[in-house]
């Protein structure tokens, strides 16, 4: 069963009512060797719309 991602960044391509719509998502580390909060992971499949 696929999973639900919600995702309040509408203006990336995959995003569909405030979920994202994407069939997979990369999450990486964000500018860290080592995440401790969720500030310092991000969205690599973000695309911007158009
Ligand atoms: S690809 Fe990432 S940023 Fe875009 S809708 Fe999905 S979770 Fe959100």
Not at 5 to 30: F, G, H, L, W
């Amino acid at each position: 069963m696929a999973v639900e991602i919600k995702c309040s960044v509408t203006e990336c391509e995959y995003n569909q009512n405030v979920k994202c719509d994407a069939p997979m998502i990369q999450v990486e580390r964000n500018h860290t060797s080592a995440a401790s909060n969720s500030e310092e992971t991000k969205c690599e499949t973000f695309k911007p719309r158009g």
